[in-house]
């Protein structure tokens, strides 16, 4: 569990985190930013560059097994990353790994104040409007938990897992990224 460890970890905790795709909370400001649209959003355009930004902190998971592990589910078309540019420059962004109606939240970063939130709200709504059903966050963080994520117990997320995966898959290339007041009006939108 750590950048110099060799080894990959299973996790299966007792309560998982997961963050409702109707339930994302967008605070004023956010709301604000969001429909200023201050930076371009793209979708699977800079992959490595999000896992290298996301693993660039003083204590990491993300060790070279797990380089090597997303970046070959990002070939097969499996991991995907939204990221977030003011111009040039990889502001933010967000990567994680799509399994029929389910996504799998691995991490995000931030260089720009927001970049992240912008990123993981225009993330949910991507996945609401392709059917998604299921955002995996893992593990619950006091800034998760700020935008709705919360936590479940084992079972009751078994029992998710199972009906995101047997339903179906949703395309998350199927369309392209939303932009501006569209994030925020899927975000507003009831489930359904």
Not at 2 to 15: G, L, S
Not at 48 to 71: L, P, S
Not at 140 to 153: C, K, P, Q
Request: glycine share 8%; net charge negative; charged share 25%.
């Amino acid at each position: 569990e750590a950048q110099d460890d060799p080894r990959v970890f299973w996790v299966d905790p007792d309560r998982r985190g997961v963050l409702p795709l109707d339930g994302f909370h967008l605070s004023r400001s956010l709301r604000r930013t969001i429909a200023r649209q201050p930076f371009e959003l793209t979708l699977d355009i800079a992959f490595e560059e999000v896992v290298r930004g996301c693993a660039a902190r003083d204590e990491t998971w993300i060790n070279d097994a797990i380089f090597r592990g997303y970046f070959a589910l990002h070939r097969m078309g499996y991991a995907h990353s939204v990221e977030v540019w003011d111009g040039d420059d990889l502001v933010g962004g967000v990567y994680g790994v799509a399994l029929g109606r389910a996504f799998f939240g691995e991490s995000m970063f931030s260089r720009s104040t927001d970049a992240s939130k912008v990123a993981l709200a225009t993330l949910i709504a991507h996945l609401r409007q392709t059917g998604f059903v299921l955002f995996d966050t893992q593990f619950i963080t006091d800034h998760l938990a700020r935008l709705g994520a919360v936590e479940i117990a084992r079972a009751e997320y078994r029992r998710r897992l199972a009906a995101a995966l047997s339903d179906g898959v949703a395309e998350i290339l199927s369309r392209p990224l939303p932009r501006g007041t569209e994030v925020i009006r899927l975000l507003d939108a009831p489930e359904g």
